[in-house]
Structures are given as structure tokens and as C-alpha cells.
């Protein structure tokens, strides 16, 4: 079947629409949990909380979050703290609700900008291994949820589920549209691409952070470009070795 191919100058999609946000794509099923925020001061206190919970969160697991640490922590009484959450189960999903909306600010929306295809596809890996390398010494809540909770159901897990979920939904349909745009062949295996671009970054982390091993990032990098190297068009590759700064 012939393909059209289709430049890197394709337009971007605009900013707006159902899929503008990882929050927007994790429709109704997380939208009918999110707590209605408070106006003004109140919601500031609140944002406040969420960043001293996420610190904490990084460093001494969600399990370790609890209402009378956090307010503690920010010295407030528990009651203010309470107020804001209600219980520890609600801080918990809360905080993941929040990084999440911090990864889709800093990784998927500045990706969103570019055109579909592999620039869209390479910033978001991009962006998502930079996020990844940050947080070293902070922990990912993706990841470190994943280990305290993979095998506790419950709506916490639920909660860091669909979150996952929905990023790798947005990665793999970045895949799919660099086949639809000529950039990969049309016989690339979608699922088998997320899967070894999820596997990179999860290595990293592991050797940064348990092993305390260097240079992580620039070997994902590399495996990075031989993995969707194996799969593009000649065009593809032309602006795939553009893409990473490879002109040979």
C-alpha cells in the first residue's frame, strides 16, 4: 500500500480539543473523582500542600504521606490539612492527579506544539527522558507508585493506573501518527515500539537511581534512535538523524 509522505512541516494540531491534556484524555472516568478546587487563598494553600506532598512523595513513597506528616510539615494543623483532603486515601490520589498535571506541562504539551509524526514522537520521548533524569534524586511517582502499589488494588492504584495508561496511550498514538505520516513503515509494530521506548526509561531511572550509574541518558538516546531507526521510511530516517542531531 502506498503511503503519502508527508514533511516535518506538517501543521500541528491546535492546542484546544478533547485531546489537548493528558487529564482531558483520561476522560470521565478520572474527571468524576476530581475534587472541585477551592477559590482564591484556599486554593493556594492547597497547591502549597500538593508540593510539599509530591516532595515527600519522591523521597518516602505515597504510602508514606499522611495527614498529620504533612501538616507537620507545612505547620498547619491537621484539621486545615483535613480540610482541604478529607483523608490520607484522597491526599494520595490527589498528589498523583497533581504530578500528573506537571508531566503534562512539561513533557506533553510542549510536544502537542510540534507537528505530528516523528518531531512529535521524538520531543515527547525526549521531554519524557530529561523529566526522568530530574528526578534522580526525587523519585517518579509514575515508577515508585508502580512498585508500592502493583499489587494493592484499591483506588489509589486505580487512580496511578489510568494515569500511566493514559501517557502511553498518548505515546503509542504518537507512533501510529509518524506511520500514518509516512515518517515509519506501515508494518511498524506500534505496541512493540512504546514498549521498548517505556523500557528505556525505566533504565535509566533503575541505574541512576539504585545503581548510581553515569551517562543512562545518553545511551537511551542511542538505543533510542536504533529502535525507530529499524522502522522508518527513508524519509523517516532523514528526519529522524535530523532530530538527533545527526546530519550523516
Known amino acids: ?18 485531546a489537548s491534556s493528558l487529564l482531558a484524555a483520561a476522560g470521565p472516568a478520572w474527571g468524576a473523582e476530581a475534587p472541585v478546587e477551592a477559590p482564591g487563598k484556599g486554593r493556594q494553600t492547597r497547591l502549597a500542600i500538593l508540593d510539599c506532598a509530591l516532595q ?31 483523608s490520607r486515601e484522597e491526599l494520595q490520589i490527589s498528589v498523583i492527579r497533581h504530578y500528573h498535571q506537571l508531566f503534562d506541562a512539561e513533557v506533553f504539551q510542549p510536544a502537542l506544539r510540534l ?27 509514575y515508577i515508585s507508585g508502580a512498585v508500592e502499589f502493583d499489587d494493592r488494588p484499591g483506588a489509589v492504584r486505580d487512580a496511578l493506573v489510568l494515569m500511566v495508561q493514559t501517557w502511553r496511550d498518548a505515546l503509542q498514538r504518537a507512533i501510529e501518527q509518524a ?48 529502535a525507530l531507526g529499524a522502522w522508518t521510511t527513508d524519509a523517516g530516517a532523514a528526519l529522524l538523524r535530523k532530530l538527533c542531531g545527526r546530519d550523516d
Open 1 to 18: 500500500m502506498n503511503r503519502k509522505i508527508r514533511s516535518a512541516q506538517s501543521p500541528a494540531e491546535p492546542a484546544s480539543g478533547p
Open 56 to 86: 515527600m512523595a519522591g523521597r518516602i513513597g505515597l504510602e508514606g504521606l499522611s495527614i498529620g506528616v504533612l501538616a507537620d510539615r507545612m505547620h498547619m494543623s491537621k484539621s486545615g490539612v483535613f480540610a482541604h483532603f478529607g
Open 179 to 226: 506511520v500514518e505520516q509516512g515518517h515509519l513503515r506501515p508494518d511498524t509494530p506500534p505496541a512493540q515500539l512504546l514498549f521498548e521506548l517505556h523500557g528505556l526509561v525505566l533504565a535509566v531511572h533503575h541505574d541512576a537511581r539504585l545503581l548510581r550509574l553515569p551517562g543512562g541518558v545518553a545511551m537511551a538516546r542511542r538505543a533510542y534512535g536504533r
Open 115 to 141: 507537528p505530528r509524526g516523528l518531531p512529535r514522537l521524538h520531543a515527547m520521548f525526549d521531554r519524557w527522558l530529561q523529566q526522568v533524569s530530574r528526578e534522580v534524586e526525587t523519585g517518579c511517582i
